[in-house]
């Protein structure tokens, strides 16, 4: 039986924002891979439609300024969309995950076009410097991963 456990996505003032909950697949010391379905109404995002009962396969790290979202057509292999927030590292708490999200977003597609979201949110965060540089080096990074792996394959991340 698959460990449940609840998500926590916090703004970058650390005060929840959205939680739901989902089963922890794989442990690693890297960090964490939860399986949720996707629950909320339909979200439309620049290439492609959220819709409920997709499959989100989810990353989650303990050192990275991301976290990755695998996100499945219902419960299919034929992968939508890769979202990939723009984070402080995951916290795991026995029982939950929290993490605190900083505006910007990545969306990859199955064909390798990349998407930055939500620039202007990030750029008027109350964040100082550092977090602010740990942050775009974590979107480099990301962006860096899916270029040199245009169709990750499921385990590559952890």
């Known amino acids: 039986m698959k460990q449940k456990i609840t998500i926590v996505k916090r703004n970058e003032r650390g005060i ?15 960090g964490l891979l ?7 109404p339909q979200v439309n995002l620049r290439v492609a439609a ?9 990353y989650y790290f303990y050192d990275k300024w991301f976290n990755i979202y695998q996100v499945h057509a219902g419960n ?4 939508k969309v890769w979202y990939c927030n723009i984070c402080r590292p995951m916290q795991y708490l026995d029982d939950r995950i929290e993490f605190d999200d900083l505006a910007l977003d990545l969306l990859i597609t199955p064909n390798g076009r990349q998407y930055i979201l939500d ?10 410097r550092k977090e602010r540089r740990l942050a775009l080096e974590g979107l480099r990074e990301v962006q860096a991963f899916f270029k040199e792996n245009s169709v990750p394959q499921p385990g590559m991340f952890l």
Do not use: H
């Open 16 to 30: 929840p924002v959205f939680r739901y909950t989902g089963e922890i697949l794989q442990s690693t010391k890297k």
């Open 34 to 40: 939860i399986s949720a379905v996707f629950g909320l």
């Open 50 to 58: 959220l819709l409920p009962g997709d499959l989100f396969e989810e």
């Open 76 to 79: 299919t292999e034929r992968i």
């Open 119 to 128: 620039r202007d949110e990030f750029c008027v965060l109350k964040i100082n």
